[in-house]
């Protein structure tokens, strides 16, 4: 069984702080990660996209990835009460689909 | 920004009803999902396609069918409503393989 892991949360920081979140995947083959937001009662949007090694930065987001670990994470710099969602990560194990973890529910307090 | 439509956006509907979930994509993509999520849950890939006239049950067993007779659309239906498949329903679609999905707003199903 192919797995995602995320800690589901709540993890709740500061206004202006950094959210960190992470993720674990069962399997090294896998080529391509993503981080998704979604709103409650919303649909996932995707923030992130990240395939090789090391950071990948896109404003106040940043995705790590470390295949040899397995897992990657999602950086959101000067969090704000916007920031406020679950996130998703998501990782293809084949070439058809996409598997979801469950996501973590982040809280920015203003 | 992603041009991806889904109707209705809620369904109050009696146990029994056959209901068909629309969802329609602009942008020309092959590839087309359905997931079903419950709300704080996981999503759940149900059904995907490749193209036209192809179709296949992804990783969570659903009672629901889809078709894929045109590219830019890929409906769902339910020959039978029941409780139990009260839940939200999302389409996607992406360019290549699974990469960068876009997804509609999503049906919120309620059974009777």
């Known amino acids: 069984q192919k797995e995602v892991e995320q800690n589901s949360g709540p993890l709740s920081v500061p206004e202006g702080a950094i959210a960190s979140l992470n993720c674990t995947y069962s399997?090294?083959?896998?080529?391509?990660f993503f981080w998704y937001r979604q709103y409650s009662g919303k649909s996932p949007e995707l923030i992130m996209s990240?395939?090789?090694?090391g950071d990948k930065e896109d404003g106040r987001f940043t995705a790590q990835l470390n295949k040899a670990s397995q897992y990657v994470s999602l950086l959101i710099r000067d969090s704000q009460p916007s920031d406020s969602a679950t996130y998703l990560c998501?990782?293809?194990?084949?070439?058809?689909?996409?598997?979801f973890g469950s996501g973590t529910q982040l809280t920015v307090l203003p | 920004e992603a041009d991806i439509y889904q109707t209705p956006r809620y369904l109050v509907i009696g146990t029994g009803k056959k209901i068909t979930l629309e969802c329609s994509q602009t942008?020309?993509?092959?590839?087309m999902y359905w997931y079903q999520q419950d709300p704080g849950m996981e999503l759940h890939l149900i059904h995907y396609?490749?193209?036209?006239?192809?179709?296949e049950k992804g990783d969570l067993s659903s009672e629901s069918t889809v078709s894929r007779i045109r590219t830019e659309h890929f409906p769902l239906t339910l020959e039978s409503a029941r409780p139990s498949h009260t839940s939200q329903y999302l389409c996607?679609?992406?360019?290549?393989?699974?990469?960068?999905?876009?997804f509609g707003p999503g049906t919120r199903l309620t059974v009777l």
């Open positions: 399997d090294r083959v896998s080529q391509s």
């Open positions: 998501a990782v293809n194990y084949s070439a058809r689909q996409l598997t």
């Open positions: 396609s490749y193209g036209v006239n192809s179709t």
């Open positions: 942008m020309g993509h092959d590839k």
């Open positions: 990240i395939y090789s090694n």
């Open positions: 996607a679609s992406s360019e290549y393989n699974p990469d960068t999905q876009y």
